[in-house]
């Protein structure tokens, strides 16, 4: 089953009038005719669209082969008066049995795949991919259910202490959405974040995240207890038309939240970004919100773009703390990452600090602050104000030794 729209119709009806619109639609049946066979059929569906039904077609191949001849016979000149007017067409086609769903779906499916062949740039066929639209509808089912689950306040976040490794100060907390999904339980972020990315309801979470860790700290705050705050914020939000204004609009409702308070982890952007991740930054900055960098060493930055972003903190990708202390290549990236933060005078934070020795490896090469599993994992809201006062008395930090991790390295 083919589905056939005429590409440039329009702008023929336009530019000539209806009644050579007319003329050019009769004359691109008869080239339609001319190609098909006696069983096949051919029909206007109405305007430009027109479906065609080949019957008994052996292979994909040999359909192919009729669709090649069926686009040529529509971009061939036709002559209506002493006018040439040139249109091409774009096919979508559905095969049956491989698609096997009732003569509806299958015209439908047909029509999708024409879809397709328009934005793939006109004058082309498209096969209906049963597979590929099975995952399509997946997808769209669970971008769905996400959108439902936000209504229904699924998510949480959790937080993780960052931590000053010279002094045991706590830096603030990062928040980490989960979702307390109805059957499967607590999922962490890898199991749905990927299915939002670039889709607009990546908005709507992002500006979630926003204002439930406001909410926090500023609930947080009302109790006596202060603590500054990191949210992640993903590429696609923070470039939305949007989001500074969304920023204000948050930072409003919790007057007694300082915007320093806030810091927003964001990840490099792809070159094409870069000027307006800028113009972003510069213009959040202004509400008195912190940025840092995260996942550093794992994107595009170049080192013009590091000069020039806006931020206070490079956050050393937890890839690449995970083997400082086994891979001499990996521990000079960590040097080299806390070394250009320097240079370019910006905090540096390692993720991913699994144990002590993590943390004394670190501190010993200049690191000051970190975050990791070794000092504590994420946790819900209510336990938060009792780690932090346990980590001030318990000041396990103080036992960090560059010894313990056998490594060479002067304290600095
Ligand atoms: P990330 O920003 O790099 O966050 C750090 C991730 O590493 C977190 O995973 C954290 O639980 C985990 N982690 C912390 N310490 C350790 C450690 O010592 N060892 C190991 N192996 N892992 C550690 P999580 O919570 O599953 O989040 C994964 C990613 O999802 C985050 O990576 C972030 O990119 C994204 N994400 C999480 N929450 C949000 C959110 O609210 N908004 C957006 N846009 N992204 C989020
Ligand atoms: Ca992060
Ligand atoms: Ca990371």
Redesign the pocket.
Known sequence: MCFLDLDGFKSVNDQYGHEVGDQLLVAVSGHLKSVLRGDDTLARLGGDEFVVLLSEVGSTEECMLVLDRILQAVAAPVLVGNITVNVTCSVGVSLYPQDNVDPDTLLRHADQAMYVAKEAGKNRYQLFDPESDRVAQEHRQFLELLSQALGRDEFA??Y?PKVDLFDGEIMGV????RWHHPQRGLL???EF?PHLRGHELEGA??QW?LDAALKQVSQWADAGFSIRIS????AH?LLSADFCDHLAQSLALYPNVPPDFLEL?I?ESAEADVERTIETLQRCRQLGVHFAL??FGTGYASLNYLRRLPVETLKI??SFI?DMLTSADDRHIVEGVIQLAAIFNRKVIA????TLEHGAALRALGCRYA????IA??MEAAAVPDWCRHWRDDAVWRQLDPGAAGLDIQMK
């Open positions: 976040l959790f993780q990062e928040a980490l959405i962490a972020p890898a974040l979470f992002g995240v949210t992640n914020v993903s939000y982890e990840q995260d996942d990708d937890n995970h993720e991913g600090v699994e975050q990791g599993f070794g994992r994420p």
